[in-house]
């Protein structure tokens, strides 16, 4: 019985596909055949292939004409649909929202909001804390928008000082957001370990690195190779942390040394490490995303002003021209 | 500051022998702009007026102009130090630049078809000493084998669709000689049917003529009974042959020199299976399980300091 049911399986599948390439092979005992049929796939157009496609009983499967991988791609990228409105998840390391852009739903929608749970707790957070949720600490999310356009202001104000910039975000998948934001700001970034010492010990570890010189729109300027060879190592003029607790050594290097310092501050972290704290889930990839990008954009601004204002005066070091009424920088700026 | 370099004019005109050449402009010295922090003193935005009588204005110091003379024009009048990389702090710029390069080059073309695995062409990267001698920096193995995984990534897109830019961006971190390209030569059996193989073994050489005949064999000249004693190396000589049966289908022509009569014995093994080989490919499996296809690259051990040979320890003597 289980016989009879094999066969009526088997037979329908059978006579359903045809007969398969691969055992007609093994009967096949012609040598010289299955090279002619590789050659096939490789050149497209064979004389031989053609006219023996009339007898089907050989090889009716690679007979058939397969087109290139260059024109199937082609084909396909004429003929692929177009998707409708779709969550990108990179829409905000690619065209992050500028400050004024920042809303309490936007923050909401990138998970700002969750801290840890509340026995993790630092509580010098107590001002950033909205509530308790099945256990875990609410951040309350007018104060980040608040604090996160402040950070924003700090930033475009020493972009448009012509000051440098460090973007640092050593956890996993924070690299992106970071490089981004320092592209836009026109400065520095840190996607891994900082180098305890980097700042108190400059010359040690990064007397190697490459400086330059530039002018005031930023234009490299030559012949200070020789100035720069004997001169002390670059120290950040603000430094944006992503992720304060990991990188204890690095805000306490700022500290010593006075580099202003701004970081996201999660529930379970202490806000006096940093000196502008962005009260938000560090641990959220989006979020982090969302900080950067803002402040990366702010920083952006803070750019374009600065070559605005070199534009319209001449140069930056020069002092305004209030005396004389003359508010054209103002008016560049403003447009 | 300036112009601290020009010769200060007196109000009375200068004596004629003096001419006065303007120099050419130079470099002021950088830390004059104050670049070290490049916003607190390189560049002042706004100012503010504190004074609040008129009558201060007279006492104050004349206003400075700073309108260009005409032998300042060639001197920039700004200038910081900024970083040359953005991964100026990372320690390591150029390594990180090159690796966010090659990620963003691989982002972008990520949805091209890929090769299937056997037609990727095969290229090997530099090594890590070579690329830390390109890169000048002491860049970790585990991180330079994160751009050696994007490389490979970039490889495998198809090589009809493959694009230009990328071609060039892989071509830095290509070895200069690509030892994949390095293909043995192919022996075949010359007029008068005679097909010569190489084979090594510890310092000797063998180098062997076979040709298909009634299984005559000569080891320099002479028979191989008179070249070696032991029966054991007259066997392993033309072991390729006795494993495959083909004793008395084949004649034997050597020549072997160096080494001992173990070391050209069984140089003869792998010479008279090379040869057989190119006689009859078929025979490969079976020349591989008698063990006749593979280099055997043991060498004689080194003598140690301290020791009588390579191990032997010198004999305990008491005091």
Redesign the interface.
């Known amino acids: 019985m289980i016989l009879r049911q094999l066969v009526i399986r088997q037979g329908q599948r059978a006579l359903i596909f045809p007969a398969s390439q691969r055992w007609i092979r093994s009967l096949n005992t012609e040598i010289g055949k299955t090279d002619v049929t590789q050659k096939n796939k490789t050149h497209e157009v064979d004389l031989d292939c053609i006219g023996s496609q009339t007898d089907a009983s050989a090889t009716p499967i690679e007979k058939t004409e397969e087109p290139?991988?260059?024109s199937?791609?082609k084909t396909w990228l004429n003929q692929r649909s177009t998707l409708g409105p779709h969550y990108e998840p990179h829409a905000l390391v690619n065209r992050p929202p500028s400050p004024k852009d920042v809303t309490l739903e936007l923050l909401m929608a990138s998970q700002a909001h969750l801290g840890h749970a509340t026995s993790l707790w630092k509580p010098q957070n107590q001002r950033y804390i909205f509530g308790i949720h099945q256990g875990i600490h609410i951040i309350s999310l007018d104060i980040t928008a608040a604090h996160l356009r402040r950070a924003a202001k700090v930033v475009e104000g020493?972009c448009?000082?012509?000051?440098?910039v460090?973007f640092v975000g050593t956890r996993e998948g924070q690299d992106r957001c970071v490089?981004n934001a320092?592209?836009l700001a026109g400065?520095?970034?840190?996607f891994?370990r900082?180098?305890p010492g980097?700042i108190t010990n400059g010359q040690q570890?990064?007397g190697?690195?490459?400086?330059?010189?530039?002018?005031?729109l930023?234009n490299e300027?030559e012949?200070?190779e020789e100035?720069?060879i004997d001169?002390?190592t670059?120290?950040?003029?603000l430094v944006i942390c992503m992720n304060p607790l990991e990188n204890y050594v690095l805000l306490h290097e700022c500290g010593l040394n006075g580099i202003p310092t701004i970081g996201v501050i999660d529930t379970d972290a202490d806000p006096t490490w940093v000196t502008y704290p962005i009260p938000a889930n560090d641990d959220s990839l989006r979020c982090v995303n969302l900080i950067a990008g803002v402040l990366g954009k702010a920083g952006e601004e803070g750019q374009r002003r600065?070559r605005a204002?070199v534009l319209a005066r001449g140069?930056?070091?020069?002092?305004?021209d209030?005396k004389t009424g003359d508010t054209s920088h103002r008016s560049a700026i403003a447009s | 500051m300036r112009a601290a370099w020009l010769p200060k004019l007196g109000s009375q005109p200068l004596p004629p022998w003096i001419s006065f050449q303007r120099q050419a402009p130079r470099r002021p010295d950088i830390s004059l702009f104050g670049a070290t922090q490049g916003f607190r003193r390189g560049a002042v935005v706004g100012t503010r007026r504190f004074a609040t009588s008129s009558t201060r204005n007279g006492i104050a110091a004349p206003e400075i102009s700073f309108e260009l003379k005409d032998d300042q024009k060639g001197i920039p009048r700004y200038a910081r130090v900024v970083p040359a990389s953005p991964s100026y702090f990372t320690g390591k710029p150029d390594f990180t630049d090159n690796l966010l390069s090659l990620q963003e080059l691989l982002r972008k073309h990520q949805t091209l078809p890929a090769a299937p695995p056997g037609q990727v062409p095969r290229i090997a990267w530099k090594t890590l000493a070579q690329y830390r001698l390109l890169v000048g920096e002491p860049v970790k193995a585990s991180k330079y084998h994160k751009i050696i995984l994007l490389l490979q990534r970039l490889n495998h897109i198809h090589p009809s669709l493959l694009p230009e830019e990328v071609k060039l961006a892989m071509a830095p971190y290509k070895r200069d000689i690509n030892p994949h390209e390095n293909v043995a030569n192919q022996h075949t059996a010359d007029r008068f049917g005679r097909v010569i193989g190489v084979g090594r073994r510890k310092s000797s050489t063998a180098r062997v003529w076979l040709v298909e005949g009634d299984g005559e064999v000569l080891v320099n000249g002479r028979p191989l009974i008179s070249t070696f004693p032991r029966v054991h190396d007259r066997e392993s000589a033309i072991w390729a042959l006795k494993a495959t049966g083909r004793i008395d289908k084949y004649n034997v022509w050597a020549l072997v020199e160096g080494g001992g009569t173990t070391g050209q014995a069984e140089a003869l093994t792998l010479g008279v299976a090379k040869a057989l080989l190119v006689h009859e490919p078929s025979l490969k499996p079976a020349l591989r399980r008698a063990g006749c296809i593979t280099r055997d690259p043991r060498r004689v051990e080194r003598k140690k300091p301290g020791k009588l040979k390579a191990r032997k320890m010198p004999a305990w003597v008491k005091r």
């Not at chain 1, 400065?187 to 840190?190: P, R």
């Not at chain 1, 190697?208 to 005031?216: N, S, T």
Request: glycine share 8%.
């Open positions: 290139s991988v260059a199937a791609y020493v448009e000082r012509g000051g440098l460090l490089v320092a592209k400065g520095c970034h840190l891994e900082w180098i980097s570890i990064l190697k690195c490459k400086m330059k010189v530039v002018d005031d930023d300027l012949g200070y100035q720069l001169r002390p670059l120290k950040p003029d600065r204002m140069y930056t070091n020069q002092p305004s209030e």
